[in-house]
């Protein structure tokens, strides 16, 4: 199938921004989500978007979401070394009545002092 | 304890034995999923199952099986294991009518197939 795709490493240096990309397929996804994972650990959701949504803003997290390019992006204000994890992004794409989520292939990111 | 607990967390296995990793949830979540997660490829998806008895294959089944005879477990076998098949296995699960609070996952279970 067509995949959600994310660029794979991203560095930056600690109290910069970080901004993740992700171009993801079906149109009629309702959510698009930001999963983060941590070393040894499974993911855990970081913030959802909903597709009626442009922008959503979290604490240091912001949103962004193009529909017409399918483009979803997560920004990551005064970036942490406790940041450094990688990031996924998911779509939920209908199959048969359900509700099946992608996801990318993961954006390392790796923060440096 | 409340949340999805995979078991192992690790296990090495030989060439061709059966194993089977265990997944349990406490919400009675209608949806479970298996994923497997391999440098390059991220998370692809296994099976699924929207409720008791209901399966269905994913994107990468071949090898594999599973069953859901209780809404709470989704085990999953690895009939004659094969060495593609050293992965680290996540399970998760969701409400359809909660999406709005994402898939939550295991610790995953690291398979080392020799």
């Known amino acids: 199938g067509e995949d959600v795709e994310q660029s794979l490493f991203l560095s930056v240096r600690e109290g910069d921004s970080s901004v993740i990309n992700c171009t993801y397929t079906d149109s009629s996804s309702t959510y698009l989500y930001w999963y983060k994972q941590e070393p040894g650990a499974g993911l855990q959701l970081l913030t959802y978007?909903?597709?009626?949504?442009d922008m959503k803003q979290d604490q240091r997290l912001t949103v962004l979401l193009n529909k017409k390019d399918k483009h979803l992006s997560l920004r990551i204000a005064d970036t942490q070394t406790g940041d450094s994890a990688i990031y996924f992004c998911?779509?939920?794409?209908?199959?048969?009545?359900?509700?099946?989520?992608?996801f990318g292939r993961g954006t390392s990111l790796i923060v440096h002092p | 304890d409340a949340g999805i607990t995979q078991s192992p967390r690790y296990k090495i296995t030989e060439t061709g034995r059966q194993v089977t990793l265990m997944c349990h949830q406490t919400w009675s979540h209608s949806y479970m999923f298996w994923y497997r997660q391999d440098l390059g490829h991220g998370l692809r998806l296994i099976y699924y199952?929207?409720?008791?008895?209901?399966?269905d294959k994913g994107e990468v089944p071949d090898g594999y099986v599973v069953s859901r005879s209780k809404t709470e477990n989704f085990p999953l076998t690895l009939e004659s294991a094969t060495r593609s098949q050293t992965s680290v296995y996540f399970c998760a699960s969701s409400e359809e009518t909660q999406l709005l609070n994402g898939y939550t996952f295991g610790s995953g279970t690291r398979l080392t197939v020799v």
């Open positions: 199952s929207a409720a008791a008895d209901i399966t």
């Open positions: 978007i909903f597709s009626n949504m």
């Open positions: 998911a779509e939920i794409r209908p199959s048969g009545g359900s509700y099946i989520p992608t």
